[in-house]
């Protein structure tokens, strides 16, 4: 190539087919997403549900609310009394097995290559001290 020529952008290629699992939305779409800190206060097993932990939050209001979350297994639940996490604030309430869920916290996790490898599931936290009800954009 000479000095003169421009160089040819990349072509996008396809993500891997386990990233395309649903729709693509508009940026309207997630700008309608509520996404805040909280904070959890209370952590116990869901009475009516082997993977699910009820978690009691405080996420700014100054009332505290009752999320599902299906990450027992994964996390125990006295060790997430203090932390803080990433919830959808504005998801529309939910009855999850008997008890009403209004919000859900967010986490990653993996796609084990290996069928006999654990699957990970990871909350996602701020990596700052924020307080509840903070927003995340």
Request: glycine share 8%.
């Amino acid at each position: 190539m000479s000095q003169t020529e421009t160089p040819k952008p990349a072509s996008p290629q396809e993500p891997p087919s386990e990233w395309n699992a649903k729709p693509q939305i508009s940026f309207e779409d997630f700008a309608k997403l509520d996404l805040r800190v909280a904070k959890v206060l209370e952590a116990e097993d869901h009475p009516n549900a082997d993977r699910l932990l009820r978690l009691k939050i405080d996420d700014g209001s100054g009332v505290a609310r009752q999320i599902c979350a299906g990450i027992k297994g994964h996390y125990e639940p006295q060790d997430l009394v203090g932390r803080h996490i990433i919830i959808v604030a504005n998801l529309a309430p939910r009855t999850i097995r008997g008890e009403e869920s209004r919000g859900m916290l967010l986490a990653g996790s993996n796609l084990p290559t290996d069928e006999d490898a654990p699957r990970q599931v990871v909350l996602l936290t701020p990596m700052g001290d924020l307080p509840p009800g903070s927003t995340v954009s």
